[in-house]
């Protein structure tokens, strides 16, 4: 089984703080997401990567940067954190091609 | 970019009660997915298919390509079926998938 696990399933911050969240599949697929999931506005893609060290900006990359310096970790980093920030963060991977996205638990953070 | 309708938006169903879930799509697609959203935030595949039909268990789909719709059928609900189920779809190249908006499925004991 495909198994992606993200560091945190909760996360209380405050604004202004520098936030990792890190994201680790097994199943060494080449891409990997970042999402974001708000009411009313769905999920939205913030950035992904296709490969080590690249990086393509998804709907949302503002307030955002990534890092995937190793294939199986993909890190989300939030500069300076804002309350407009809190939300359920979503990380994904799939294998190259057009093929089945698995999603990790999520982390509910929350910027206080 | 394309854009992603699903239907209803809400369904409250007794246990035992059979449902059809809806998406639209404004494009072409190469990849679509089912998931399921479980109350603790995990989504959790349900099926890949970008085209034709597939059954697992309860659960079937059926994407008609041409006509830019997916079906989700879900036969004898059980309350372990609550949840979110979303519907999302690629168009390009560059694997990023769009949802739509979800529907709310709540099935009573």
């Known amino acids: 089984d495909v198994k992606v696990t993200q560091s945190s399933r909760y996360l209380v911050k405050r604004t202004g703080e520098k936030v990792f969240l890190e994201c680790v599949q097994d199943m060494d697929h080449e891409n990997m997401f970042w999402y974001r999931q708000d009411p009313g506005l769905g999920l939205r893609l913030i950035y992904f990567s296709y490969d080590v060290k690249m990086k393509e900006k998804g709907d949302i990359p503002e307030g955002y940067s990534v890092s995937r310096e190793k294939k199986e970790r993909f890190s989300l980093i939030l500069e300076s954190a804002s309350t407009n920030q809190t939300s359920m963060y979503l990380c994904?991977?799939?294998?190259?091609?057009?093929?089945?996205?698995?999603f990790g638990p999520g982390t509910r953070l929350t910027v206080l | 970019g394309i854009q992603v309708e699903q239907s209803p938006p809400d369904l409250i169903l007794q246990e035992g009660a059979n449902s059809t879930l809806r998406c639209n799509f404004s494009?072409?697609?190469?990849?679509l997915q089912w998931f399921h959203q479980n109350p603790w935030g995990q989504l959790i595949n349900l099926f890949y298919i970008p085209s034709g039909t597939k059954q697992n268990g309860r659960l079937s789909a059926t994407t008609v390509a041409t006509e830019r719709y997916s079906l989700l059928y879900i036969s004898s609900s059980q309350t372990t079926d609550s949840g979110v189920y979303f519907c999302a779809v690629c168009g390009g190249s560059n694997y990023k998938l769009t949802f739509g908006k979800g529907t709310l499925l709540t099935v009573n004991p």
């Open positions: 494009d072409s697609v190469n990849n």
């Open positions: 994904a991977s799939s294998a190259t091609g057009l093929t089945t996205q698995y």
